[in-house]
């Protein structure tokens, strides 16, 4: 199967009415930093905070076209939800959307406010599913497909129709992949234009059914998929979308949950865009070097922005330990009369500054005489990091870090 140029063209037409053309940003820092010329496609920015209002807009929009008015059915834990009930309820056609009962409460309250009936059910986006289709069954409605749907794959394929319009001379695509619709689609709409755009996907590495179906060249469903990045936590990738990317896609890499961690704050930090976990594995393959960028115009597709608000702050710590600004450390001593002067004056000689400092009890240490303090700080970088270890171990001090 193939997805025609003109399909994609035409999708962008249909849903140019309710989704916006987004932002292709240049991020100064990043390109400094990784010595290319780095742009940012701010799908974070996108109505309903991400791209699969594209996807769902296109194939709803064709069904109404086409006097298809059958109300619509999905299941999904996040933006498939979203994006179908915006879409649906801009075509006037009623739509219901069954979410795991885990689902987070402000996802679960969005996708109503854009006008669909919600159906909690079960605790998994499988148990969701199940009954999403018996839905179908019981009232005649259409099942609408997060990624495997041809009409769904031209309409996420409209992101690389703007970027080949926004930066014709692009030479590397950067794609988030979970199910493979959005990098199908991307990649389709680029290669057509020009197949020497090298289109490249990017999974998290415990969530790697697409990495591993692009090596052996045929679809493979993993057992688990385990990853922050919930947006591309896929264990069974579709077909339609495989075939697609065996054939338009260049490679398919995996990045580290802590570099994804590292990646949310950087483009907080850098480029204050708020994005969610799976939108920031792009930047995460950067920041891994695990492709070849320099002196290249690279274009890092941003894919959501609905990060929980409520883990924000975890995010935050574990992606400033991840970049080594920030430091948990056990320091383990053998205590007296000045050991707790001595190890705080180390921490300002070197220019550490403590967040928190907690005594606690030790467990199971070498020397029954040893202490332990829990010590939360900030420092400047990897190379500050280790001369403050450095500087403790010299001092008689074991350290145990949270990495």
């Given at each position: 199967m193939d997805i025609a140029l003109s399909e994609i063209e035409a999708a962008a037409e249909r849903i140019s009415k309710f989704a916006v053309k987004t932002s292709l940003l240049?991020?100064?820092?990043?390109?400094?930093?990784?010595?290319?010329?780095?742009?940012?496609?701010?799908e974070n920015l996108q109505k309903t905070g991400s791209f699969k209002v594209r996807g769902a807009g296109n194939k709803i929009m064709k069904m109404a076209e086409s006097g298809q008015k059958a109300p619509i059915v999905a299941s999904s834990a996040g933006n498939h939800a979203q994006g179908v009930a915006y879409s649906a309820t801009q075509c006037g056609i009623p739509s219901t959307i069954v979410m795991p009962a885990t689902a987070p409460l402000a996802k679960v309250e969005a996708t109503k406010g854009y006008g669909a009936e919600v159906v909690l059910h079960g605790t998994c986006y499988d148990d969701a599913y199940t009954k999403a289709r018996e839905i179908c069954d019981e009232r005649g409605a259409v099942f609408l497909h997060p990624y495997d749907d041809a009409d769904v794959i031209a309409g996420q394929g409209t992101i690389g129709l703007e970027i080949m319009?926004?930066?014709?001379?692009t030479d590397i695509v950067l794609v988030p992949a979970g199910g493979g619709g959005l990098l199908s689609g991307v990649a389709a709409a680029v290669k057509q234009?020009?197949?020497?755009?090298?289109?490249?996907?990017?999974?998290?590495?415990?969530?790697?059914?697409?990495?591993?179906?692009?090596?052996?060249?045929?679809?493979?469903c993993t057992d688990t998929a385990c990853t922050m990045a919930d947006g591309i936590a896929v264990k069974k990738p579709g077909e339609i979308t495989c075939e697609l990317i065996n054939r338009?896609?260049?490679?398919?890499?995996?990045?580290?949950e802590s570099s994804i961690y590292a990646a949310l704050t950087f483009l907080i930090e850098r480029n204050k865009l708020v994005v969610e976990a799976a939108g920031s594995v792009p930047i995460a393959t950067l920041l891994e070097n695990k492709v070849d960028v320099a002196g290249k115009k690279v274009v890092c597709v941003l894919s959501g922005g609905n990060i929980d608000i409520s883990s924000i702050l975890m995010v935050l710590q574990k992606g400033m330990i991840a970049r080594h600004r920030w430091i948990m450390m056990d320091v383990l001593y053998i205590p007296s009369s000045t050991s707790m002067q001595k190890i705080l004056r180390t921490f300002s000689d070197v220019g550490a500054n403590i967040f928190s400092l907690?005594?606690?009890?030790?467990?199971?240490?070498?020397?029954?005489?040893?202490?332990?303090?829990?010590?939360?700080?900030?420092?400047?970088?990897?190379e500050h990091e280790g001369i403050l270890i450095r500087k403790l171990e010299e001092d008689g001090c074991r350290i145990l870090t949270d990495i």
């Open positions: 240049r991020s100064s820092t990043f390109s400094r930093f990784f010595q290319a010329e780095v742009y940012l496609k701010c319009e926004q930066l014709p001379d234009i020009n197949p020497n755009v090298k289109v490249i996907g990017v999974q998290a590495e415990g969530a790697d059914a697409i990495a591993r179906s692009f090596r052996e060249k045929k679809r493979v338009y896609v260049d490679d398919v890499v995996t990045v580290s907690n005594q606690e009890p030790t467990v199971h240490p070498m020397d029954m005489n040893e202490h332990r303090i829990h010590i939360f700080c900030e420092v400047k970088d990897q």
